[in-house]
C-alpha cells in the first residue's frame, strides 16, 4: 500500500484576526513546491474562527469549494445573500469568479474544513468516517478530525492526513473526512 502521511505538526500554520487555519497544502505565505495538490484537491485547511472573526470579502474562482462545518454555525455572505451553515457538507463552485465573506456571527467559535478542488464532474463532497471500516480507492485523501484511527497499518491521529495511492482500509474510533480525489 502506498500512502504518504502527513502529521498534523508538519501542516502549515496561519494566524488570522481572531481565527487560525491549518492548511495540508501550499497555501497563502507558505508555500512547498513538492506540496501543491493531490489529484484534483488543490487546499484542504482546518480553521477556528473565534465569535465575531472572519475572513473579510475576498474572491475565489475556478474552484469547487467544500466547506465541511463541524461545530459550531458559519456564516456565508456573497453580495447581500447571508446564509446560515451548521454541521455538515457544502460545496460552493466558483467558476468564472466569486467575492463572498465567511465569518462567525454566533456566540461560540466555529471550526470547519475547507477544500478547493479544481472543478471536475464527480460530488467533491467528503464521506464522513465514524467507525468501523471505511473501504477507500485509489487517489483517497484521508484528515482526521478528531479521534484515532488506522490505515493499513499506519496510526493516525487528530490533524493527521494521508494520501492513498492504493486501496486501502480505514478503521477506528475516529472522525475522518474522506475525499475521492
Known amino acids: 500500500m502506498s500512502v504518504v502521511v502527513q502529521r498534523a505538526s508538519a501542516r502549515f500554520v496561519t494566524v488570522g484576526d481572531g481565527w487560525v487555519g491549518r492548511s495540508c497544502f501550499s497555501y497563502g505565505a507558505h508555500y512547498d513546491p513538492a506540496n501543491v495538490s493531490f489529484g484534483r484537491m488543490v487546499a484542504c485547511n482546518a480553521f477556528v474562527l473565534e465569535p465575531g472573526s472572519g475572513f473579510g470579502p475576498h474572491r475565489h474562482a475556478g474552484v469547487d469549494v467544500v466547506t465541511t462545518v463541524l461545530e459550531g454555525t458559519l456564516t456565508h455572505v456573497e453580495g447581500s445573500h447571508r446564509e446560515q451553515r451548521g454541521p455538515g457538507s457544502y460545496v460552493f463552485a466558483t467558476g ?12 461560540e467559535p466555529v471550526r470547519f474544513v475547507q477544500a478547493w478542488f479544481l472543478p471536475g464532474t464527480t460530488d467533491p463532497r467528503p464521506v464522513v468516517h ?3 471500516p ?12 478528531d479521534g484515532e484511527a488506522d490505515l493499513g497499518g ?4 487528530p490533524g493527521d492526513s494521508a494520501r492513498v495511492d492504493e486501496p486501502a482500509v480505514l478503521t477506528g474510533e ?4 474522506v475525499w475521492a480525489c
Not at 468564472?96 to 456566540?107: L, P, Q
Not at 471505511?134 to 478530525?145: A, E, I, N, R
Open 154 to 157: 499506519t496510526e493516525l491521529g
Open 134 to 145: 471505511t473501504t477507500l480507492g485509489p487517489g483517497s485523501f484521508v484528515l482526521v478530525v
Open 174 to 177: 475516529a472522525t475522518a473526512l
Open 130 to 132: 465514524e467507525r468501523g
Open 96 to 107: 468564472s469568479g466569486v467575492d463572498h465573506d465567511e465569518r462567525n456571527d454566533a456566540d
